[in-house]
């Protein structure tokens, strides 16, 4: 059974940094795209960034690109999400997402993943 559990979430302060993990089990998922969501109070689930398995080719949503960096350690079937500079509007459950089968495309939209962990709480107060 394939499950991802997902760490690291707080409160922090804007301007401040938290950096989130997300750990595999069930499959090894080093050759897979995988990404983080997040999703606001009475707002759509939404793309944050993606990363590639064997190449490890990024790519990020506009309003986080130059504040936030995805990366992985396949030996720890791990992804993390370093946040820097958080503003307020970070403020929102983020989540970890697989596909169900290996890609190498990063997949933006919900649609496109099939497995996903619980969320954890990222609050930025201003």
Known sequence: QVQLVESGGGLVQAGGSLRLSCTAS??????Y???WFRQAPGKEREFVAGIRGSTANTY???SVKGRFTIS???AKNTVYL???SLKPEDTAVYYCAAPRFETALILTTQKG???WGQGTQVTVSS
């Open 113 to 115: 993943y099939h497995y």
């Open 60 to 62: 990020y949503a506009d």
């Open 82 to 84: 370093q946040m820097n």
């Open 26 to 31: 069930g499959r090894t998922f080093s050759s």
């Open 33 to 35: 795209a995988m990404s």
């Open 72 to 74: 992985r350690d396949n």
